[in-house]
């Protein structure tokens, strides 16, 4: 007890000691408000950092009044950071969460330190992608928390993290031009190479390779519909090894094509984005030998369905399956929903079909 009291109060003094020390840090604030994400995350972020966040350690210490016992696990104060990661609560979430700070562990005790470690990510390929998307995380673990202590209600773990998604995917594709235009109205006409719903009978698979040199990983997305545009299947797997690019998109469309075999699918459509890709098949040669060894794959795996027809889709008629692939590199498990679907994927999967699905 009396170590634990030491401790709160090291922290406490750690705490109020670098807040002092991060008014002068104005890199750190520069950083979060130039982030690419809404104003209510930001202002969450700026409030851990500043210490003012509404834990109950925080109110106590404040008011006097209340208990700064953790309502989530009943067992430790609830300091922000423990509320954010040392809790049970906290860490089944993160245990869920398509993205890990392992590098960070060490600085969970303190958020100041933890951030400034997590901003060094800056620099990454798509490191501020990751950065958002954590901070989707943390603002989720929050409200998690907030539905436990003022409702009594628990979320699942994976339910929480499926809303930090959402919300993260949601902001990046009205923020990007590749999907300005989707929104507004989403009645545009269906050109070539857009994703438009296929013929009755049939399934629609859409594949996408995600690489990343830095980190040699690739991603892998494909998502499968049926004719009317609805979610049958998706699944999002990464590998550690990466061969170039138009052999990742080739073992992506392979896989597509095990999955339907094993689903014992009898019609299908498998579109790429990947335009090399698709014109090697359909001219069933290639002179590269790895993706010959592919391709050969592919074309006896043809067989095995009444009807296989490979197409060329736009990037933006492919956009499930992008964003599966992307979402994929920073996987440590492999992903795969049938029959339900989280809410984000279902969103995701609307903005492709547009107005074209019939409405219920
Ligand atoms: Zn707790």
Request: charged share 25%.
């Amino acid at each position: 007890m009396a170590k634990e009291m030491n401790n709160r109060k090291e922290q406490t003094k750690y705490r109020e000691g670098n807040h002092s020390r991060n008014e002068g840090n104005s890199g750190a604030w520069k950083f979060l408000w130039s982030l690419n994400t809404k104003h209510k995350l930001k202002h969450f972020i700026w409030k851990c950092l500043r210490g003012i966040l509404p834990v109950n350690e925080v109110l106590k210490r404040r008011t006097g009044k209340g208990d700064s016992r953790c309502v989530c696990c009943g067992e430790n104060t609830e300091t922000l950071e423990h509320m954010l990661f040392l809790c049970r609560h906290a860490e089944l979430i993160w245990k869920a969460a398509p993205v890990r700070w392992d590098g960070l562990l060490d600085f969970r005790h303190n958020f100041w330190l933890w951030w400034n470690s997590l901003m060094e990510a800056k620099e990454r390929l798509e490191g501020r992608d990751h950065i958002v998307l954590t901070i989707n995380i943390l603002w989720q673990v929050w409200k998690s928390r907030n539905s436990i202590q003022f409702n009594r209600e628990g979320r699942c773990p994976g339910e929480t993290v499926n809303k930090a998604l959402l919300e993260w995917l949601e902001y990046k594709n009205v923020g990007s031009e590749e999907n300005s235009n989707r929104k507004v109205g989403g009645h545009k006409a269906m050109k070539g190479g857009s994703w438009s719903l296929p013929p009755k009978g049939y399934i629609i698979m859409n594949t996408d390779a995600s690489l990343n040199i830095q980190k040699q990983r690739v991603g892998r997305g494909i998502v499968a519909r049926k004719d009317d545009g609805g979610l049958i299947g998706a699944w999002a797997d990464s590998d550690d090894k990466l061969g170039e690019p138009a052999v990742e998109e080739a073992l992506a469309i392979r896989q597509a094509l095990n999955i339907a075999k094993q689903k014992g699918w009898r019609k299908v459509l498998i579109q790429s984005d990947c335009k090399g890709i698709i014109d090697k098949i359909n001219a069933r040669k290639a002179e590269n030998p790895n993706i010959g060894v592919i391709l050969f794959d592919i074309l006896k795996l043809n067989k095995v369905f009444t009807e296989c027809s490979f197409s060329f889709i736009k990037r933006e008629g492919n956009f499930v399956a992008h964003h599966l692939a992307k979402f994929a590199i920073n996987l440590i498990n492999d992903f795969e929903w049938q029959q339900s679907f989280p809410e984000w994927l279902t969103s995701l999967a609307r903005n492709d079909v547009g107005a074209s699905a019939p409405a219920l």
